[in-house]
């Protein structure tokens, strides 16, 4: 397998995290620190909170002990983040499944923070062998076997940050729990609410459009002016054609007449009822 295969085949932050350590301008010690990660020389990677304690076997008959840690965000910052995440579906939906949204660093940065460390300088480690080199081959060896637990476990990386796979978890759901008690309500809620009778009244179609109160004596009625209306702005129906009938009236003068003469029944009809004068 080609080393671009084997980049391509990683998950990003797993790929990011290793492009860190290979930016270390001391490449020879980085081949071996990569041999010691792939022979098994690692002996155990454990966390103690959000430091990586390990044992790596070196040339010494006892293994060299190393740790290694990022700067914690504190519970204010962590706060801000998970608050967030819950806000956006798609990153506690992939969160929730065990996936890095690929756009993660975006929720951090919103919020004056960088989930990667920028320089090696940024990743605190230390060695118990002699190298005052800092990474040394076994603190290197440790960088690689971290990339291998990232690409397993996403959450190995937040851990550095100070929280924990299940903390996050807990912290989101109850988030996403309270955000949607919030916004939605809830149909029982309603129903205890409301009151479970209501008043239905019969609707009388016959008497639907009568009021036979009499309007107020100040209020004015203005008839609609007969001299132009709104048939005339629109001029005669674009109808087709036909043949002239005995009067010589085409189809689109037949309909403009009944129309127009419609028009002026229903605007008498509308004074006499605004006046309370038509018959029931």
């Known amino acids: 397998m080609t080393n671009y295969t084997l980049q391509a085949s990683r998950e ?3 790929q990011r995290w290793l ?16 041999t010691y990660a792939r022979q098994g020389n690692v002996l155990s990677i454990e966390f103690k909170g959000a430091k ?4 790596v ?10 740790s290694l840690s990022l700067d914690p965000f504190s519970d204010e910052e962590w706060g801000y983040v998970i608050e967030t995440m819950s806000k956006r579906a798609i990153f506690a939906a992939k969160l929730l499944a065990g996936e890095m949204p690929q756009n993660i660093e975006d929720v951090f940065t919103s919020n004056g923070l960088s989930l990667f460390p920028f320089t090696l300088s940024d ?14 081959k076994h603190v290197g060896a440790i960088y690689y076997q971290l990339g291998d637990r990232f690409s397993e476990d996403p959450f190995v990386l937040f851990q550095l940050r100070g929280r924990t796979k299940e903390q996050i978890i807990s912290d989101l759901r109850q988030l996403r729990s309270a955000n949607n008690q919030q916004t939605q ?3 029982s809620e309603i129903s205890n609410k409301q009151p479970t009778t209501s008043t239905q ?36 129906i674009p109808l087709a054609k036909e043949e002239e009938n005995v009067v010589n009236l085409t189809s689109a ?28």
């Open 201 to 236: 009244q019969t609707l009388k179609i016959d008497s639907f459009w009568q009021y036979n109160e009499p309007l107020e004596s100040s209020l004015v009625v203005i008839a609609p002016s007969g001299s132009e209306t709104v048939l005339d702005v629109l001029g005669s």
């Open 19 to 34: 492009d860190l350590l290979d930016s270390y301008r001391f490449k020879k010690r980085l081949e071996r620190a990569r």
């Open 253 to 280: 003068d037949v309909v403009m007449k009944y129309l127009d003469t419609v028009y002026k029944d229903v605007s008498q009809k509308a004074v006499l009822a605004a006046m309370n004068l038509g018959g029931s």
């Open 12 to 14: 990003w932050w797993s």
């Open 123 to 136: 990743v605190h480690s230390k060695c118990s062998c002699p190298d005052k080199a800092n990474p040394c």
């Open 52 to 55: 990586v304690l390990a044992k």
């Open 185 to 187: 309500i809830i149909p």
């Open 57 to 66: 076997q070196g040339s010494e008959v006892e293994p060299y002990k190393v």
